[in-house]
């Protein structure tokens, strides 16, 4: 069987040499893409875990001044999980500006999820000299990229016999069958091809029947007065611990996806959570690398595979709030118009409920927007809406057979099963269906980026309003009045947020003079002042809207410079100095 990623040997091959064979004079460069990258690396592929780990060092190594690589922890068998810290030039600290946190392959199966955030860390780091619109991104932004958070799951399915829905989760063994054993029946490669094909037998009673337009690989229900020629017996394995079942207790058996504590349920609920949230190494890390940069304004994980935005929440038991809503919404919709035949969807209402989801959590206890994209769709084979059902199946294999050659298929061929006897073992390889070919993937890298930039530059931007007004009152008494200005679309606390006292509060501190009174400006039409009761001189205001200015006013005794400072966990710093003439 052919490799299906490039180990870690091989990985080193991939940058400084292959464009050095071409002169730079015979290149013309394309649009949304650096020209000349610093670290060149290949993106029609799958990295494993070392290879992931060198791209990230390559790229700290070429970027020095823009990036800070740690290691956030283990998965539980040992493997590192790696943070990139991407930021720009700015006066204001990386970890105080408003961030964007990035994950992926918080499922080991869905390996484009990692490739999606290396991707984003490399083309900003690359791009910055050369947009501008990279640049201010950079600048104003602080990037945390987490490739891949399941790195066992990946290798594991990387390296191994698998089939495209295996090794979703981690390595921990699970008793699931609980017959006091673990992890002791799961798929098994009979036949030693590599993979972990389907597996059917000669039935005179069978209810399949083999395509004849498609023999290589596809099958077909008959209908219910009709007989066929085959049973399908399932994936391929044997009974392993001779229970009389087969496949029934594969590695792992749980999901990183269901063990984070807000919503979270147990297993008679929720399927896949473990004793309780954060028991697996994996989110426990993450979890910490993120209650440490409380300056996360903005959240994206990345799965497969049917072409979703989704948000939350998972389960209609909570909510997001109307006004947070309809902020996701927007940008979801934007999303829709980067990614064709993309769904914006809300998770319980359109897709499933999940229970202690990733990024329920983050809405929930930490207030932050996060969305899942689920990244691939079949309706990008033909460039139109997939059809389901076995005309969806003849669309798969005429996809196969003409924009592939079939590679991919694995033909049919007899096997002396020792439990069913003479069986045929076959079909499509596990890096079809879940993952797109190598001549998609960019675009979907790409195309998955761009919207999670879109969400990126929604996040707060702060700045001073154009001018201040200083009023005399007389008696040495002056009435000062600023404003601070939020160009994005996210307000520096969300609704959720205000509402459940998740962070603190922004504040306006003034130095310089007696502060004898402060409010924030209801209504600067009519003058209408709403008065804080305490400690004036350090203004507490609950957010500032997006895409909007807020107005405060004090009452300051005394002549001399006014010195200001505005503070958003969320938000940033603004500082300025207003002189007394």
Same mark, same amino acid.
């Given at each position: 069987?052919? =490799?299906?990623?490039?180990?870690?040997?091989?990985?080193?091959?991939?940058?400084?040499?292959?464009?050095?064979?071409?002169?730079?004079?015979?290149?013309?460069?394309?649009?949304?893409?650096?020209?000349?990258?610093?670290?060149?690396?290949?993106?029609?592929?799958?990295?494993?875990?070392?290879?992931?780990?060198?791209?990230?060092?390559?790229?700290?190594?070429?970027?020095?001044?823009?990036?800070?690589?740690?290691?956030?922890?283990?998965?539980?068998?040992?493997?590192?999980?790696?943070?990139?810290?991407? %930021?720009?030039?700015?006066?204001?600290?990386?970890?105080?500006?408003?961030?964007?946190?990035?994950?992926?392959? +918080?499922?080991?199966?869905?390996?484009?999820?990692?490739?999606?955030? *290396?991707?984003?860390?490399?083309? *900003?780091?690359?791009?910055?000299?050369?947009?501008?619109?990279?640049?201010?991104?950079?600048?104003?932004?602080?990037?945390?990229?987490?490739?891949?958070?399941?790195?066992?799951?990946?290798?594991?399915?990387?390296? @191994?016999?698998?089939?495209?829905?295996?090794?979703?989760?981690?390595?921990?063994?699970?008793?699931?069958?609980?017959?006091?054993?673990?992890?002791?029946?799961?798929?098994?490669?009979?036949? $030693?091809?590599?993979?972990?094909?389907?597996?059917?037998?000669?039935?005179?009673?069978?209810?399949?029947?083999?395509?004849?337009?498609?023999?290589?690989?596809?099958?077909?229900?008959?209908?219910?007065?009709?007989?066929?020629?085959?049973?399908?017996?399932?994936?391929?394995? +044997?009974?392993?611990?001779?229970?009389?079942? +087969?496949?029934?207790?594969?590695?792992? @058996?749980?999901?990183?996806?269901?063990?984070?504590?807000?919503?979270?349920?147990?297993?008679?609920?929720?399927? $896949?959570?473990?004793?309780?949230?954060?028991?697996?190494?994996?989110?426990?890390?993450?979890?910490?690398?993120?209650?440490?940069?409380?300056?996360?304004?903005?959240?994206?994980?990345?799965?497969?595979?049917?072409?979703?935005?989704?948000?939350?929440?998972?389960?209609?038991?909570?909510?997001?709030? &109307?006004?947070?809503?309809?902020?996701?919404?927007?940008?979801?919709? =934007?999303?829709?118009?980067?990614?064709?035949?993309?769904?914006?969807?809300?998770?319980?209402?359109?897709?499933?409920?999940?229970? @202690?989801?990733?990024?329920?959590?983050?809405?929930?206890?930490?207030?932050?927007?996060?969305?899942?994209?689920?990244?691939?769709?079949?309706?990008?084979?033909?460039?139109?809406?997939?059809?389901? @059902?076995?005309?969806?199946?003849?669309?798969?294999?005429?996809?196969?057979?003409?924009? *592939?050659?079939?590679?991919?298929?694995?033909?049919?061929?007899?096997?002396?099963?020792?439990?069913?006897?003479?069986?045929?073992?076959?079909?499509?390889?596990?890096?079809?269906?879940?993952?797109?070919?190598? %001549?998609?993937?960019?675009?979907?890298?790409?195309?998955?980026?761009?919207?999670?930039?879109?969400?990126?530059?929604?996040? &707060?931007?702060?700045?001073?309003?154009?001018?201040?007004?200083?009023?005399?009152?007389?008696?040495?008494?002056?009435?000062?009045?600023?404003?601070?200005?939020?160009?994005?679309?996210?307000?520096?606390?969300?609704?959720?947020? +205000?509402?459940?006292?998740?962070?603190?509060?922004?504040?306006?501190?003034?130095?310089?003079?007696?502060?004898?009174?402060?409010?924030?400006?209801?209504?600067?039409?009519?003058?209408?002042?709403?008065?804080?009761?305490?400690?004036?001189?350090? *203004?507490?205001?609950?957010?500032?809207?997006?895409?909007?200015?807020?107005?405060?006013?004090?009452?300051?005794?005394?002549?001399?410079?006014?010195?200001?400072?505005?503070?958003?966990?969320?938000?940033?710093?603004?500082?300025?100095?207003?002189?007394?003439?």
């Amino acid at each position: 069987m052919k =490799r299906l990623l490039v180990s870690t040997a091989a990985a080193a091959m991939l940058w400084g040499t292959a464009a050095a064979q071409v002169p730079e004079s015979s290149t013309f460069p394309a649009l949304g893409a650096p020209e000349d990258p610093s670290v060149q690396i290949v993106w029609n592929r799958f990295y494993d875990v070392d290879g992931i780990n060198m791209i990230l060092e390559k790229l700290h190594e070429a970027h020095p001044d823009k990036t800070k690589l740690t290691e956030i922890g283990e998965s539980a068998e040992g493997r590192k999980i790696m943070a990139l810290e991407l %930021f720009g030039e700015n006066d204001m600290p990386p970890d105080v500006r408003p961030a964007m946190y990035i994950d992926g392959n +918080i499922h080991g199966n869905e390996v484009q999820c990692a490739e999606v955030v *290396l991707y984003t860390a490399w083309y *900003l780091l690359e791009m910055y000299d050369e947009v501008e619109a990279v640049k201010e991104l950079v600048d104003n932004r602080t990037f945390y990229l987490l490739p891949s958070i399941n790195p066992d799951g990946r290798d594991h399915w990387l390296h @191994g016999p698998a089939n495209p829905h295996l090794s979703r989760g981690g390595r921990i063994p699970v008793d699931n069958d609980q017959d006091g054993q673990f992890d002791e029946d799961g798929p098994d490669d009979i036949d $030693g091809d590599g993979q972990i094909t389907r597996m059917r037998i000669k039935d005179p009673f069978g209810r399949w029947c083999v395509d004849d337009r498609f023999p290589e690989t596809l099958m077909y229900r008959v209908e219910s007065d009709e007989i066929g020629e085959y049973s399908v017996l399932g994936w391929e394995g +044997i009974d392993n611990d001779g229970d009389g079942e +087969i496949n029934e207790d594969g590695p792992g @058996g749980y999901d990183p996806n269901r063990n984070w504590p807000y919503n979270w349920q147990p297993e008679s609920t929720q399927f $896949g959570a473990m004793a309780y949230p954060f028991s697996l190494p994996e989110t426990r890390a993450v979890s910490e690398f993120v209650l440490a940069h409380p300056n996360i304004a903005a959240m994206q994980s990345y799965h497969n595979t049917g072409g979703m935005i989704l948000r939350g929440p998972g389960d209609d038991s909570v909510g997001l709030n &109307p006004a947070d809503d309809r902020i996701a919404q927007l940008i979801g919709k =934007r999303g829709e118009e980067m990614l064709p035949f993309y769904n914006s969807w809300v998770t319980y209402k359109d897709l499933y409920r999940v229970f @202690g989801g990733e990024f329920d959590w983050f809405y929930g206890m930490l207030g932050i927007i996060g969305f899942t994209n689920e990244m691939y769709t079949d309706s990008n084979m033909f460039r139109r809406e997939a059809k389901r @059902g076995q005309e969806g199946n003849r669309e798969e294999a005429l996809f196969l057979r003409h924009l *592939l050659q079939n590679q991919g298929v694995t033909p049919w061929a007899e096997y002396d099963h020792p439990t069913y006897g003479k069986v045929e073992i076959g079909g499509t390889a596990k890096n079809f269906g879940r993952v797109p070919p190598a %001549f998609m993937l960019e675009e979907e890298l790409h195309r998955n980026m761009a919207s999670t930039l879109y969400h990126a530059n929604a996040m &707060p931007k702060l700045s001073w309003g154009e001018s201040a007004e200083i009023e005399d009152l007389g008696d040495g008494v002056r009435r000062v009045r600023v404003s601070v200005v939020n160009s994005g679309l996210i307000p520096t606390r969300l609704s959720h947020d +205000i509402d459940k006292k998740l962070t603190p509060r922004n504040s306006l501190t003034v130095k310089g003079g007696e502060v004898v009174a402060s409010g924030v400006v209801k209504d600067r039409y009519n003058n209408i002042v709403e008065w804080q009761k305490v400690r004036p001189e350090r *203004l507490l205001i609950e957010t500032v809207p997006g895409q909007d200015q807020l107005f405060a006013e004090f009452l300051v005794v005394g002549d001399g410079d006014l010195e200001f400072r505005f503070e958003a966990t969320k938000g940033g710093v603004l500082e300025m100095a207003l002189r007394d003439e």
